[in-house]
C-alpha cells in the first residue's frame, strides 16, 4: 500500500507561487501515474496535472503555462510548481498515485494540503 505525504501549502497573494511537494513510501518508478488532483468548496475534485513513470505529463486547460509537475525519483517526490496564482485556485490539493491498468488498479491519496490565494 502507497502512503502519500504532500506538504507546501498555505496563503498566498494572487499572482504568486506556491510549490507543493508529495512524497511517496516507495519508489514512484514502480508507479504507473502520479498526480495532483484538487477540490474547492462546493465543486467536483478535478485533475490538475498527472506525470507518468515515462515522464508524459498532463494538465488541466486551467492551469497550462501557469503549473508545472515534476518528479524526483531519488527522493520518491512529485512537485507541482503553482505560479500566476489566481483566487480561483483556491483548493485542497491531493496527490495521487495510480498503479495498475485503466480498468484494473489501484489509487493512493494523500490527505490533502490546502492552498488560499487572496489578497
Known amino acids: 500500500q502507497v502512503q502519500l505525504v504532500e506538504s507546501g501549502g498555505g496563503l498566498v497573494q494572487p499572482g504568486g507561487s506556491l510549490r507543493l511537494s508529495c512524497t511517496a513510501s516507495e519508489s514512484i518508478i514502480s508507479i504507473n501515474v502520479m498526480g495532483w488532483y484538487r477540490q474547492a468548496p462546493g465543486k467536483q475534485r478535478e485533475l490538475v496535472a498527472s506525470i507518468t513513470s515515462g515522464d508524459s505529463t498532463n494538465y488541466a486547460d486551467s492551469v497550462k503555462g501557469r503549473f508545472t509537475i515534476s518528479r524526483d525519483n531519488a527522493k520518491n517526490t512529485v512537485y507541482l510548481q503553482m505560479n500566476s496564482l489566481k483566487p480561483e485556485d483556491t483548493a485542497v490539493y491531493y496527490c495521487?498515485?495510480?498503479?495498475?491498468?485503466?480498468?484494473?488498479?489501484?489509487?493512493?491519496w494523500g490527505k490533502g494540503t490546502l492552498v488560499t490565494v487572496s489578497s
Open positions: 495521487n498515485a495510480y498503479r495498475g491498468w485503466v480498468t484494473f488498479g489501484d489509487n493512493y
